[in-house]
Each structure stands twice: as C-alpha cells, then as structure tokens.
C-alpha cells in the first residue's frame, strides 16, 4: 500500500512511522520547511525556544513513551523537578510540585477542612468508574456527563479546592477559563496523578519529532510542500502538495481541524466538515523574554502560578531549569503563558509588556532583556468543552474508505493526544484494506 500523510507534527510523524514500520510506502507532505508543528524549536541569538508544548507528562503518556522507547530515545529524556510556587491574589506565595497534584494540599492557605474536602473529592474520583487514558478522545467520551470543569470542580473539590489546584493546574495547561472545558481530562489526571513526571527531551519538545523522522527510514519527507487538494481517482486519492501531485491509496490527513475541513470538503458529508471547522480552538500567546545573562541564578522555583484568574498571566517558567540547552551558558529565559480572555485586548506590544512586568513580579528586579519574543496563535489550543469528545469521536466513521483523521484535537491538545490519534489512524487504516473510494451520500 501506498500512503500520503498530510502534516508532520507528532501526529503525521508517528502516523508515517507506524505505516513505514509495516512495510508501506508513505509519503509526507508538510507545509514548513521542517517537522514538529505546535512542537517546533525556535532558535534564536544562542536560545532554544520552543514554540508550544512544553514537556512530556510521563506515565499518563503511556503512547508516547512506547514510541521512544521503541525508537531507544526513551533514556535520553531529561527529567524535570518542577517546583513551583502558587501566587495568592495578596501576593502570598505556596511551594509545591506541579508533577505531585496532591502536594498542593500542603498550600497554607487551605485549612484542614478544606483539605479534608479535596482530599475526599480526590477519593471519590479514585474509587468511582472514569477514563483510564487521558488522551483516547473515545474514552474520554464515555465520562463526559456534559458538565464543565468549574461547575465539577467546586462541586467535588469546593470552592478553595478549585481555586488552588484545579485554576492553577488545569490554567497553566489549557489557559482558558475552567468554564470551558470538559470534566474528563481532569477527572483522569486526578484518577492517575501517581503516574506524572516531568520530562523534556534535551534540545526540547519539539526533538520528539525530530527523533521520529530519524527512526523512520525508507520516509519520502517533502518538506515546504503545503497540501493544496485530495482528489479522487479509480483507485484511490490524488494528493496536490507543493506543486507535486502524489498518487497513492490511502490519506491520513493531520493538520489542524480548520485545514482538514478544507482539504476534505467535498469528499465527506458537509456535516462532518462542519463538525471540523467549528472544533474549538482558543487565541493562545506566550512569550520568551530572554536574558544573556542570568537575573535570578538561584531562585527557589522553575514554575509560578496564579491562584485565580485575575492576571493576565496564567504560568510562568524558568527555561533553564526545564532543560538546560534551552539557553545560552549563564543565560536565561523565562516563559510568559497567557490566558486567553485578556488576550481579545491586547497587541502584540501589550503582550510583550505585560510579559516583562509578569516577569519583574514573580522572579524581582531585573535589567533589561536580551530581546522577547512573541508567540502568538489565533488558534492556538484545542478546547475540549463538554460534549467536544464525542462529536469528534464520531468523526471517524463518517470517512470515506482509505481516509482517516489525526490530530491532538481529538482529546485534549498535547504530544500524547497527537501521538495516540496518529498511532491510531494508521493502525485503522492498515486493518481496512483501502477499496475505491465511495460517493459521499
């Protein structure tokens, strides 16, 4: 079988290398001149940015983790000790791991029953039926009750709970208001919270791709090659990519919903594109302010956090202490992570000066940076809100034979999200053999 994906994030990296590790000839169409989508490193002036995800979640990545072990990367990753200091809206301060969820209990600022209330809301979680992957878009489905996060959260963790644990944690990985998303994801993480730990590959996030395309031999890679148009032919799709046209039996198409719904428009129902394009994506920005030299060399904590959403800011990081070769010797920088409501007002120069100030309030004094920089998304994160999971479930059956959907969209967005759909996707289309594609109905 011949096959094209479309996009080389990790979901198209791991869909092609899981086609390429049977047998089959693939090729992979990526509109940038390099692979890594959201995961991408930037490098600039001696730094290594990385561009989105920050860092890999460890056992609750059980897909991700089996792909590197596979590809003998898995030792290469460089743990990361989160320490973390959650800020109080009087700017008090609280030392916990962002790895350990339960440590945050230790916070002065609960009282012993407000503890006692976590702690029992945390039980029920742990004894009641919930997902047991917290990526598997399907089984994230089945516990979606269609009740949002903050509604569940002060329900079964309280009021405080909710402002201490579930804002910082759940802000600092989606940056949306807990108003807008699903119960499920959380519930899983609280259900499977023993099995985190913090890992970045050594030239960041974005290697894991890197090390993919690496492992896959016999890839035909086309870089700078965005995909124009699927077209049907007798035996199977035409796909127009970069002024090529490849002829192949199968697609698995892995760019962003919006770009899929393009693609496909025309050889899937209009509802199925509809459901693509109305997936939910957040106006998403983060900035590295970066400095040659060091301001804070040995201060207590890599991570700050707000307990509340009255900031602009929902997590700060120092990058040096995620993974070292992110910065220059002796230098650093610090990641800025924005929510997104604040962001509908603001330029980018607003963002660059919010993110400065950010930085002068959580870490103290400093001089004037190298340079920032600006990451800016106008869709930027999935936002998997009640009922998201299974109408993008549902997506999978409503392709045509020898077409299949992958993409961090599917769950929640991450690096495990987009490796299990991509590992998914080719599997699925491995055990159909590809007949000629059918008239949408």
């Given amino acids: 079988m011949k096959a094209a994906v479309i996009g080389a994030g990790p979901a198209g990296c791991t869909a092609a290398y899981t086609l390429r590790k049977q047998g089959h000839e693939v090729v992979l169409v990526e ?6 989508g959201r995961t991408s490193q930037l490098h600039r002036e001696g730094f290594n940015l990385g561009s989105g995800a920050l860092f890999l979640m460890g056992g609750i990545y059980p897909r991700t983790n089996a792909l590197l072990k596979e590809l003998d990367r898995y030792q290469d990753l460089v743990p990361w000790d989160a320490d973390t200091h959650v800020l109080d809206a009087d700017g008090s301060r609280y030392t916990v791991k962002f790895d350990q969820v339960m440590s945050f209990l230790g916070m002065a600022a ?11 809301g945390v039980a ?28 569940w959260s002060r329900r079964v963790l309280g009021d405080k709970g909710h402002r201490y644990i579930t804002v910082p944690y759940m802000g600092f990985l989606y940056a949306v208001p807990m108003s807008w998303l699903s119960t499920s994801l959380f519930h899983a993480i609280l259900k499977q919270f023993y099995r985190l730990a913090l890992s970045v590959p050594p030239e960041g996030v974005g ?69 693509l394009r109305d997936c ?51 230098g650093e920088a610090v ?16 963002i660059a000066r919010s993110a400065v100030d950010t930085v002068h309030e959580v870490y103290g004094p400093a001089p004037e940076p190298t340079f920032v ?26 392709m045509p034979d020898g077409i299949h959907l992958a993409g961090d969209y599917f769950a ?26 059918q008239p949408v109905s």
Avoid at 130 to 146: I, M, Q, T
Avoid at 301 to 309: D, G, K, R, T, W
Avoid at 322 to 327: G, T
């Fill in 31 to 36: 509109a940038q001149d390099h692979v890594g």
């Fill in 110 to 120: 609960l009282t012993w029953r407000d503890k006692l209330r976590v702690a029992a």
């Fill in 124 to 151: 029920r979680q742990l004894l009641s039926p919930g997902p047991k992957l917290c990526f598997d878009g399907a089984e994230l489905a089945r516990y979606d009750r269609g009740e949002n996060l903050e509604t």
């Fill in 207 to 275: 290697q894991v791709c890197d090390w993919i395309i690496e492992g896959t031999p016999g890839l035909d890679l086309r870089l700078s090659s965005p995909a124009e148009k699927i077209t049907r032919t007798a035996s199977g799709y035409t796909v127009h990519a970069g002024g090529s046209t490849h002829e192949v039996d199968a697609v698995i198409v892995a760019p962003e919903p919006g770009v899929a719904a393009d693609l496909l428009d025309g050889l899937i129902p209009s509802d199925s594109v509809r459901k």
């Fill in 280 to 330: 939910l994506y957040s106006d998403y920005a983060h900035v590295q302010v970066c400095y040659a030299k060091n301001p804070w060399p040995d201060f207590p904590a890599s991570v700050a956090l707000p307990a509340n959403l009255e900031r602009d800011w929902g997590a700060c990081v120092l990058q040096s202490r995620r993974h070292p070769n992110a910065v220059p010797e002796g």
């Fill in 335 to 350: 990641g800025v992570y924005f929510y997104t409501p604040p962001l509908a007002g603001m330029t980018d120069d607003d």
């Fill in 373 to 398: 920089h600006v990451f800016h998304y106008q869709r930027g994160l999935s936002i998997a809100n009640p009922g998201h999971y299974a109408t993008l479930d549902s997506l999978h059956a409503e």
């Fill in 412 to 437: 929640h967005a991450g690096v495990e999200a987009a490796v299990f759909s991509g590992e998914l996707a080719a599997n699925r289309l491995m055990a159909t053999s590809p007949t000629r594609p």
